[in-house]
């Protein structure tokens, strides 16, 4: 079983960063993969950037250049930078596990950008 918490979401002008954080509450070298999504009100749940086990990341093309995927092996933690944000940007953003084949999600935090 592996429980997510995310943290750092909050209110930010547009052109602003924020860096939001998911922490695992296993060894994260044993997750498969550990991806981002972000779900605004209304909308689908979509892929925002992914990291892999080994270190390879991708994203989406809508956040390409602009946001950033980092592990912290020794703090359990999955970071995503975010830079050069847009009032589009603004959803719950969500940390998703894959761990043995089984798949866990975080409760997600609020990224906002408005002025």
């Known amino acids: 079983q592996v429980q997510l918490v995310e943290s750092g979401g909050g209110l930010v002008q547009p052109g602003g960063s924020l860096r939001v954080s998911c922490a695992a509450s296993v060894d994260i070298n044993s997750i498969d993969q550990v991806n981002w999504y972000r779900q605004a009100p209304g909308n689908q749940r979509d892929f925002v950037a992914r990291?892999?086990?080994?270190?390879?990341?991708d994203y989406a093309n809508s956040v390409k250049g602009r946001f950033t995927i980092t592990r912290h092996n020794a703090e359990n933690t999955v970071y995503l930078q975010m830079n050069s944000l847009k009032p589009d940007d603004t959803a719950v953003y969500l940390c998703?596990?894959?761990?043995?084949?089984?798949?866990?999600w975080g409760r997600g935090t609020q990224v906002t950008v408005s002025s």
């Open positions: 998703r596990a894959s761990q043995w084949g089984h798949v866990y």
């Open positions: 990291i892999t086990h080994s270190g390879s990341t």
